[in-house]
């Protein structure tokens, strides 16, 4: 009587469907569309900043997060956000300086899908990233 192989059988061909291939073809098509951030530079060009400036995680936490919902109103965002930005002013940087590095922190999820998906270096003020 032969030993059957069965089982060795279907774990070839369980091996076989977890190629590099196959496993690209069970991504989502946004997944496959989305840039690779670790090549691809950042939509926001960050202002000259002469003094050492350290985000501190303090205001971070600060922030309220937007996640691009429908229903939500960015303009209400956008006000708090400039609230808590306004009340950090370390010597030597701008409010703008500060509103552009941690604008990014204040969004999740859709919102912040949107601003991964801007063109590399589109944004160069804080009237760009507004608008």
Same mark, same amino acid.
């Given at each position: 009587?032969?030993?059957?192989? #069965?089982?060795?059988?279907?774990?070839?061909?369980?091996?076989?469907?977890l190629?590099?291939?196959?496993?690209?073809?069970?991504?989502?098509?946004?997944?496959?569309?989305?840039?690779?951030?670790?090549q691809?530079?950042?939509?926001?060009?960050?202002?000259?900043?002469?003094?050492?400036?350290?985000?501190? #995680?303090?205001?971070?936490?600060?922030? #309220?997060?937007?996640?691009?919902?429908?229903?939500?109103?960015?303009?209400?965002?956008?006000k708090?956000?400039?609230?808590?930005c306004?009340?950090?002013?370390?010597r030597?940087?701008?409010?703008?300086?500060?509103?552009?590095?941690?604008?990014?922190? #204040?969004?999740?999820?859709?919102?912040?899908?949107?601003?991964?998906?801007?063109?590399?270096?589109?944004?160069?003020?804080?009237?760009?990233?507004?608008?």
């Amino acid at each position: 009587m032969e030993p059957t192989s #069965s089982s060795n059988d279907s774990e070839s061909e369980e091996e076989k469907e977890l190629t590099p291939t196959t496993m690209a073809r069970e991504r989502t098509l946004r997944e496959l569309a989305a840039p690779d951030l670790n090549q691809q530079p950042l939509c926001i060009t960050y202002p000259e900043i002469e003094t050492a400036f350290e985000l501190k #995680s303090r205001l971070i936490h600060l922030l #309220s997060t937007f996640h691009g919902l429908s229903g939500k109103d960015p303009h209400r965002h956008l006000k708090e956000f400039h609230t808590v930005c306004f009340t950090m002013k370390p010597r030597g940087v701008t409010e703008e300086q500060i509103k552009m590095r941690a604008f990014p922190f #204040s969004l999740a999820n859709k919102a912040k899908d949107w601003l991964y998906y801007l063109p590399p270096r589109s944004i160069a003020t804080w009237n760009d990233l507004k608008r």
